[in-house]
């Protein structure tokens, strides 16, 4: 969500303090002392604040310890780099998901390696993936974090079948929401479809956190389909 005033998570009143306080930064979670935070108490470190998009949603993922995606999702889909539309939700979607399922294992130290990786690949997927090549670039995300979960290869065979599944499965249930696109909506439905996919497969329950997801940024999508998406506000 992009906030052209106050805070740089929520958007409201920032207030300034009297005396600094040591404050965590709601991306990258490190102490700083500060005395601005928005009335809220939300606080955004100057480094956060000035990275791009694929550069925050790398190291939050990096350093977060979540286990939920679609929390994380939603908190770096309100920072202002992140825009309502853009190719840094290709990334987005395998970076949340590998972050959680790597914490959830109780394995962070495979993450980062693989989180790096899953930006090199999502940054080969163009913008308006989905309308011009008809393949949806939260889709394709889904596939990289299968494919970098099972380590496959072109030469792989069972790992090669799941990462192509990946990819069927969420581009279908972005199919059938319809058109035009909403990268939040994609992005939401392509993460549960991941956390189904997992859970089928493997065996393993992912965190689906928040539960119904309700969209807080359909007031930016000058295209939102409103009731019609399975994520707008009743």
């Excluded at 853009?86 to 989180?115: C, D, R, T, W």
């Excluded at 030469?155 to 990268?183: F, H, V, Y």
């Excluded at 479809?193 to 065996?203: I, N």
């Amino acid at each position: 969500m992009e906030h052209r005033s106050g805070c740089a998570f929520c958007g409201k009143e920032l207030r300034y303090m009297d005396r600094p306080e040591e404050l965590p930064c709601v991306f990258c979670h490190g102490l700083f002392s500060t005395q601005a935070k928005c009335v809220e108490g939300h606080f955004v470190c100057d480094t956060c604040h000035s990275l791009s998009a694929n550069d925050l949603i790398e190291h939050f993922t990096i350093t977060n310890t979540s286990t939920s995606p679609l929390r994380m999702a939603i908190i770096l889909m309100k920072s202002p780099s992140v825009k309502m539309h853009g190719p840094e939700h290709h990334f987005l979607v395998p970076a949340v998901l590998l972050s959680a399922f790597y914490n959830m294992q109780g394995e962070s130290g495979k993450k980062e390696a693989k989180i790096r990786k899953a930006r090199q690949r999502a940054e080969k997927i163009l913008g308006g993936f989905c309308g011009f090549y008809g393949n949806c670039g939260a889709a394709v995300g889904t596939g990289i974090f299968m494919s970098l979960m099972t380590d496959a290869t072109p030469l792989s065979r069972k790992e090669w079948r799941l990462s192509n599944l990946m990819t069927a499965d969420s581009l279908r249930a972005i199919a059938q929401a319809g058109g035009p696109r909403c990268c939040k909506r994609d992005s939401f439905l392509a993460i549960l479809e991941a956390l189904r996919f997992v859970k089928d497969e493997f065996l393993v329950e992912m965190d689906a956190g928040p539960g119904k997801v309700e969209c807080e940024f359909h007031d930016l999508n000058k295209e939102c389909l409103k009731a019609e998406c399975p994520f707008y506000p009743a």
